[in-house]
């Protein structure tokens, strides 16, 4: 799937499943950042993966006491460049988020992120490319 007219975080809308990342985004004032330049890869956990965290996680990660988290979250599944899913085939990679930290990628078996899926890959944007994730990615520590 390829859509090379909008930017991530309007391909992301458009898609339809990642309302809750969208609003996460949103919530943390990143939506300007994602339209921004890039380029970016971003992970993006479905829907459903976001459902998959325990019970309020996400209600709580939205206010606006908890921006800061929700910000160090959501730039965790964000890695500056574009990276294609043949760029890791065959590899383990460690790169560095746009928050600083990193993310172990592994593409000898599939993708994975930090253990995390990779369901549907290399959806490219005018900015980038997003990669579904079937796991929300949490800080370490």
């Given at each position: ?9 309007d ?7 990642f ?7 949103g ?63 065959g ?5 560095a ?45």
């Open positions: 799937m390829t859509d090379t007219k909008h930017d991530i975080v391909t992301a809308v458009a898609a339809g499943s309302t809750t990342l969208v609003a996460a985004v919530a943390a004032g990143l939506v300007d950042t994602l339209k921004g330049e890039g380029p970016f890869t971003v992970f993006a956990p479905s829907d459903d993966a976001f459902a998959a965290l325990p019970a309020g996680t996400v209600d709580d990660l939205v206010k606006p006491e908890n921006k800061a988290k929700l910000t160090e979250i959501l730039l965790l599944h964000v890695v500056p460049g574009t990276v294609m899913a043949a760029d890791v085939s590899k383990m990679l460690d790169p988020t746009a928050g600083g930290a990193t993310v172990h990628v592994d593409g000898t078996d599939g993708v994975t992120v930090n253990g995390a899926k990779v369901v549907t890959a290399d959806i490219a944007c005018t900015n980038g490319v997003i990669h579904v994730i079937d796991k929300v990615l949490l800080p370490t520590g």
